[in-house]
């Protein structure tokens, strides 16, 4: 069976950038004196890595108490033009139309849509009326790489056929001023929207292949991230310090994965992670014996864009892709779930 080849890789991010400086100094109004002792966790801000990040709103928007209408109203509006915009540009990058894509695997887990996003744009986009619909939901930041994955095997099963791959998170609606929670400051402090998109079709070659995909799901670990579901909206749920179950799970993990497509980490040349926060990538080069800093492009995008969740380890790839890549690379990223999720790229030198 032909391997999937990514023809194309684009990503876009909503209009209004946030200086980190400015959300610590409106944290600080919102939550420092309603929460007890929180000149602990203000440092959270600065150690998080990021420079600025953006949001489908202006900044005043966030700082008013929303609801579910007005969150779903915003997420309607905003995850719809970011998903037309990367998806254009990704169509673009490959030379091809919208009437040209055989199926749309859609990765979401910040907004509640029915019928899904990729309904809601067919016909702004000039998708066919027969065009093949998967929308994915609940995957969270192991959304991008477990959606490559499943477009991957789409694109193989219909060789010729092309496959259009787009993540879509705007985790800023998720932002609540009246949490009052450790794992809502973590939140208010890492999380930004974005969006990517990636064009696969597999049977005619191209430099970058799709190799072979896994994931690893741990056992009783429902609490470890995900949300939580009130009158409000979606609340952040993270009860267990993620950079320490890294630091010991990770690498097992990786092993029994790559074990199962014959490989071995030993085989890789490059990794590519979700990155999480600054915190997650020290502990991701701790647990894969990798030299401190060698995840340059994961800190430089946590910089730039915060965590947007399932489309940040796809800013990552492009970074990587636009170095060069080298000729194998492990995409990783951990989701609700617990879960790993792992592709590894086959790249022609």
Known sequence: MPQAALLSLTTSVPPHCFQQKDVLEAAWEVFGSRFPDYDRFASIYANTGIVKRYGVKPFDWYLTQRGWPERSAAFFEGAEALFIE???????????????????VTVCSTGIATPSLDARVA???GFRSDVSRVPVFGLGCA????????????????????????AVELCSLALRLDEL???????????????AAIVLRAGDGGETLIEAAGEHLWPDTLDVMG????????GVILRRTVPE?????????LIQILSRMDLSIADFDKFICHPGGAKVIDAIETALSLDQGTLEHERGVIADY????????LFILERARAKGLPRRSLLTALGPGFTASCVSLRHAA
């Open 227 to 234: 949300w939580s579901v009130d009158p409000l909206g979606f």
């Open 143 to 166: 959304g991008g790489i477990s959606g490559l994955s499943i477009a991957s095997r789409l694109a193989q099963a219909r060789p010729g056929s092309n496959v259009l791959m787009v």
């Open 245 to 253: 179950f890294v630091t010991t799970q990770l690498k097992p993990a």
């Open 181 to 195: 929670s450790k794992a809502n400051i973590i939140a208010t402090s890492l999380f930004g929207d974005g969006a």
């Open 86 to 104: 990367v998806a254009n540009k990704a169509l673009a990058d490959a030379g091809l139309k919208a009437t040209d894509v055989d199926t749309v």
């Open 306 to 313: 915060g965590n947007m969740s399932a489309p940040t380890v």
């Open 123 to 125: 016909k702004r986009m």
